[in-house]
């Protein structure tokens, strides 16, 4: 994640005034510190990833940067599983930084899982510059090229394409 990534996160979780945060792909913990950052200082993650090692590394990450445990819940499974699980309407933001090929699944899930004025936050979208590229592209390529058009024609969302790193799709829930 570049710092602009960051930045932009965190910046995000503080313009929603995020008290709960959901984060698909734990990784090793960067965007959920950043994230953490920007919201409200009773504000919760749930961060869900596959690997529990990932996890285990964010939570070390999280302590050594001064969260309190009680500032991230970590749920091991994959999102698709773990999601219809969470509360309808009951998160700020989402954050989608997993298996790019369900983000259009994960978009379903983060217009349920949303407020109203909550908002949901795509990584990677430019996947190297090759979503605007033309010829044959991997089916990633196209997958993300889908939810860049279900944003954009959604009448429920307010999108917006940030150009920092890999690109930020962000879209407000109306």
Same mark, same amino acid.
């Given at each position: ?92 933001? !989402? ?24 908002? !949901? ?36 969302? !307010?999108?917006?394409?940030?150009? !920092? ?10």
């Amino acid at each position: 994640m570049t710092p602009g990534t960051g930045s932009a996160l965190r910046l995000l979780a503080a313009a929603v005034d995020a008290k709960a945060v959901a984060e698909i792909g734990t990784g090793c913990g960067v965007s959920g510190i950043h994230l953490l950052h920007g919201m409200r200082p009773d504000g919760v993650l749930t961060t869900v990833d596959p690997e529990p090692e990932h996890q285990q590394f964010a939570r070390q990450a999280f302590r050594a940067s001064g969260f309190a445990s009680n500032r991230a819940r970590f749920i091991p499974g994959r999102a698709l599983d773990v999601l219809p699980r969470l509360a309808d309407a009951g998160y700020d933001l !989402v954050f989608c930084d997993g298996d790019r090929l369900e983000y259009l699944d994960y978009l379903a899930e983060s217009l349920r899982l949303l407020r109203p004025g909550g908002l !949901v936050v795509f990584e990677g979208v430019f996947a190297n510059g090759r979503t605007v590229g033309s010829g044959p592209q991997p089916t990633e390529v196209l997958r993300l090229r889908e939810l860049l058009r279900a944003v954009r024609e959604s009448q429920e969302l !307010v999108p917006s394409l940030l150009p !920092v790193g890999e690109g930020l799709l962000c879209a407000v829930k109306r």
